[in-house]
């Protein structure tokens, strides 16, 4: 299978812990976008990287959510002290930009449960 | 800014036709329409770019209104694989690159 992968795709943990979630892109592409969702919503923009570099990270991350990618490759997630409103499905998503825009493709998500 | 989407539920059945319609205050530079259905992770559907084109494939296609940044999303001679929830995503005209997701337009086709 050659789409987009995330590892794992259910995280339950204790309020306090840190998390860390993986990434595997499409390997020819290169951005790599992170999304939150929550039960009746859209996906929620996080951050995302044109090959190693993070270009954009959303005002409304805290500074306990971080995220690598650290050769253009996969990418990681990281969340320390975990809250219960960390609570969500959190989506990967690659792309490759071309001129007529991009389509990205969603890679299962990873839902983590915190309690 | 999220776009507002209209309507949040629909209900058809099969053959029937539904219009999902993505707002703006923002000015666009593209809008993207996404299916997702329960459990799995969305699926891309198009991409508009400012111009007021329309696009489509199959039995699905989409405008867009620069001047109004609306958007619309339309389903001809519905199927029962059309049912999911569907997502506009805008991109901002101003430089930022990301997608902002709409709450979506939940979809149910029944036969």
């Known amino acids: 299978d050659t789409g987009v992968s995330q590892d794992p795709r259910h995280k339950i943990t204790k309020r306090g812990q840190n998390v860390t979630f993986r990434c595997d892109p499409i390997s020819e592409h290169n951005r790599l976008y992170w999304y939150r969702q929550t039960l009746g919503q859209g996906p929620e923009f996080l951050t995302y990287f044109q090959n190693e570099a993070q270009l954009e990270k959303s005002r409304l991350l805290s500074d306990r959510f971080s995220a690598e990618r650290p050769k253009g490759s996969f990418s990681t997630l990281e969340i320390q002290r975990t809250e219960q409103g960390d609570s969500a499905m959190y989506l990967c998503?690659?792309?490759?930009?071309?001129?007529?825009?991009?389509?990205?493709?969603f890679g299962p998500g990873t839902r983590l449960t915190v309690l | 800014q999220q776009p507002v989407q209209s309507p949040q539920a629909v209900i058809l059945r099969e053959g029937e036709d539904a219009v999902i319609n993505c707002s703006s205050s923002k000015a666009l530079y593209s809008v993207h329409w996404y299916r997702q259905k329960h459990g799995e992770a969305p699926v891309f559907l198009m991409i508009?770019?400012?111009?007021?084109e329309q696009k489509g494939h199959d039995k699905i296609s989409a405008s867009f209104n620069e001047k109004k940044q609306q958007s619309s999303l339309y389903l001809t001679a519905s199927q029962l694989s059309y049912s999911g929830t569907y997502f506009c995503?805008?991109?901002?005209?101003?430089?930022?690159?990301?997608?902002?997701f709409g709450k979506g337009t939940k979809l149910t086709v029944n036969p």
């Open positions: 998503a690659s792309s490759r930009r071309m001129p007529l825009g991009e389509e990205q493709f």
């Open positions: 995503g805008t991109e901002s005209a101003s430089g930022s690159e990301k997608l902002v």
């Open positions: 508009l770019l400012k111009g007021g």
